[in-house]
Each structure stands twice: as C-alpha cells, then as structure tokens.
C-alpha cells in the first residue's frame, strides 16, 4: 500500500514495483497499531508492475488482491496456499521473486 500511496503523490520517480502480499487496510480486523494507508489509493499506477499474493493470506482474501491488481493495471501472479508470503509464513531466499524482479526491470 505505501508505493501505490507513493505513486498518487511522486509516480513520475518509480520505474515499477513488485508488489507482494499487499495488505488490506479497509478490513474491520485490520490491525489499528499500522495507520496511514487508508483510504486505500486504487487509482491506476503510472508504471510496470507485479502483484503477488497467496490463496490463503491472513490479511488480505485473494479476491481482495485481484481487485487491488485489477485497480492499479498490474499482472497479478496467484501463489497457493503461501501465506502472507513474509519470513514467518517460510519466505528467505525467493527464487520466484527474484525472476519477477528481473522481468519488471526487463531482464527476464
């Protein structure tokens, strides 16, 4: 959520962003300790860019994610059963986040 709040204010500076496991700040459940990325900005992004999420994230529904991905004009890219895609849910070295990272900067 903090690029696509970035994009609304200095889009012209980003050149593509990898987002993965975004949050949903608009939940009734969302934690009231992380404030500042609601109202949500859905508003299309200005460059490339990747949405990854998980059929099973604790934080946001899947059909959240598309909607965000449908929103902001980016690939979406569906893990199952991953997780919030963070460290606690068994993400360190990330092959696939790599290869999605050379893609967006036009590598792969």
């Known amino acids: 959520m903090a690029i696509a709040h970035w ?11 990898l987002l993965v496991a975004p949050s ?3 939940r009734e459940d969302y934690p009231k300790s992380i404030q500042g990325f609601a109202p949500l ?12 999420g998980s059929t099973n994230d604790h934080v946001t529904s ?3 994610t598309r909607h965000f991905a449908e929103c902001w004009g980016s690939r979406l890219v569906m893990l199952k059963d991953a997780g ?3 460290s606690k ?14 893609e967006l900067a036009g590598l792969g």
Not at 41 to 52: G, H, N, T
């Open 84 to 86: 919030h895609i963070e």
């Open 89 to 102: 849910s068994g993400y360190g070295h990330w092959p696939v986040g790599w290869a999605l990272m050379q």
């Open 24 to 26: 949903d700040a608009e």
């Open 41 to 52: 900005m859905l508003d299309r992004l200005p460059f490339p860019s990747i949405v990854v």
């Open 7 to 17: 994009a609304a204010k200095h889009g012209h500076v980003v050149k593509g962003a």
């Open 62 to 64: 899947a059909d959240r």
